[in-house]
């Protein structure tokens, strides 16, 4: 079978809002979706508990930065949601934390951030598990939400923050300090089987881009959309120089392009304008 990695958005990269749960494994080898069935594990205590709540989705979340391999959802039909949240936490030999969401959420322990200056606010150690940087104001605030990672991505000052907290409250409070540039949420992605094509071969360089990226395809394209992390359209068109001339004005961050292709494929890729 052939995959598509599709990211998925609020407007029309959605496919809704279905409440589902979100697992984080202990071992990311342990309760892992089954091939080709889309409501098994490979652990069979996992299975007992998503036949007992009538789960008809099992499937992994992709796009996570920090711990790609373990983060899956699991969605049940005609059911209660919560009991099913409740006996996934219960399941702590397989299962490291659990929460309700929405289909396509953001991940709540992680954010994409890039700092104004590249040695203001940069990791110099770590203290009981807490990342320590070169900015006292920054330290306070990873001490306050227990962050525990920031990788940095890309070599100039963007970095992958993880912690043990609630990040909407940790946003808030980089978003609010001055050494911060911005920080966006990260949201889930999943493969969808398709077999009626396979992907195209398009590349898309550089990026993180500064001004404009190129796109190599084989396949001439028919359409360019363009939104933000918060799932706002900023373009749909058929010009290239209509999409150069917006990217040349963008803001910091990250953003979403999809390609419609002339034989009816399409691609979904993830940009960075640093």
């Not at 711990?67 to 949601?81: G, I």
């Not at 606010?121 to 070169?134: H, K």
Request: net charge negative; with cysteine; hydrophobic share 35%.
């Amino acid at each position: 079978m052939k995959r598509l990695l599709l990211l998925l958005l609020v407007s029309g990269f959605s496919f809704g809002q279905n409440q589902v749960v979100e697992i984080k494994l202990v071992d990311a080898n342990i309760g892992t979706e089954a091939f080709q069935i889309i409501n098994e594990s490979n652990d069979p205590g996992l299975n007992q508990i998503f036949q007992n709540h009538n789960v008809i989705r099992y499937e992994r979340r992709y796009n996570h930065p920090l711990f790609l391999d373990k983060y899956y959802e699991a969605e049940c039909q005609n059911c209660d949601t919560n009991q099913l949240y409740i006996d996934l936490l219960n399941y702590t030999s397989v299962v490291e934390k659990a929460r309700i969401t929405t289909y396509g959420s953001p991940f709540l322990d992680v954010l994409y951030t890039q700092l104004h200056s590249a040695t203001i606010g940069i990791p110099t150690g770590t203290n009981n598990g807490i990342i320590v940087t070169n900015d006292t104001g920054l330290n306070q605030i990873f001490q306050n939400f227990n962050v525990n990672h920031f990788a940095l991505i890309c070599p100039n000052c963007s970095y992958y923050i993880g912690c043990n907290c609630n990040n909407v409250a940790l946003k808030s409070a980089l978003d609010n300090y001055s050494v911060i540039n911005f920080s966006e949420y990260i949201y889930a992605s999943y493969w969808l089987g398709n077999n009626q094509f396979q992907k195209s071969k398009t590349t898309i360089s550089p990026n993180p881009f500064s001004t404009y990226f190129n796109i190599q395809s084989e396949e001439p394209i028919s359409n360019y959309s363009l939104v933000d992390i918060s799932g706002k359209q900023l373009i749909t068109t058929t010009s290239k120089n209509e999409l150069d001339n917006l990217s040349s004005q963008l803001n910091y961050g990250i953003y979403f392009l999809k390609l419609q292709f002339e034989n009816g494929e399409s691609d979904n890729f993830k940009l960075l304008k640093e």
